[in-house]
């Protein structure tokens, strides 16, 4: 019983993204969403300057050290993905994962280049947490989406609903993984592992609450914008940079 409800919520949250995905895949971020002006405490996200991102992927190396997520390339907590504009007005995505290999366009052919890191949302209106049967996915106060791998039952009703294609099952715990914001770190104060280790400061991680945070600094000073907000998810990953090819 439990199941086909969440099952529902999946199939509404498919069509939501077949109607309004296609209509407005990004829009410019609002000034503050209903979350973050309500409560107290600290509500964290995080910011990224595609203009300051050169693709050498020391984010997502540092978050598989520091979450011992599995060696293969196609698990990952963070990725990045290549947009390139070709001379014959083709826009080639190429994600780009840790350890593998990526062939180039030659650079006769490239119109336009730029990277996009992508992570978990850390959405203030979350899809995955709606869908969860056991209430294994849940945010936390301060704003952040985390799983309770003890509680997980490895359903994957959440990789499903997630339209941002951020969570996968994890090989060996058979449970539902993904970004945390390195939430062992934040609770000491720390910086998550791919912004401490981003030589460009691409990224940047701070509390949507207060002023002086250089998240907030950086929304300040930039046009930022989230993705795929026609589906109302409300995502605290603010891109600055980025145009229309980005889904
Ligand atoms: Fe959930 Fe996906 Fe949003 Fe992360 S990006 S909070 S996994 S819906
Ligand atoms: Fe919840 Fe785990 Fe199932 Fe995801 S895989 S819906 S976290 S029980």
Redesign the pocket.
Known sequence: MIRRHALRRILTWVAGFVVLGFRELWAEAPAASEAEGAGEGPWYGMGIDVEKCIGCGLCMQACKTENDVPAEPHFVRTWVEQYVTQTDGTVAVTTIRPGEEREATPERNVLHSFFVPKLCNHCANPPCVQ????G??FTTKDGVVL?DSKR????????QACPYGARYLHPVTK??DKCTFCYHRIEKGLLPACVEVCPTQARVFGDLRSPASPLRRMRRMHKTFVLKAALNTEPKVFYSGIDGEVR
Not at 131 to 134: H, K
Not at 152 to 159: E, F, L, R, V
Request: glycine residues 12%; neutral net charge; charged residues 0%.
């Open positions: 869908v969860c049967p056991v294994a996915t799983v997980c039952i490895g359903c994957g009703y959440c990789i449970v539902a």
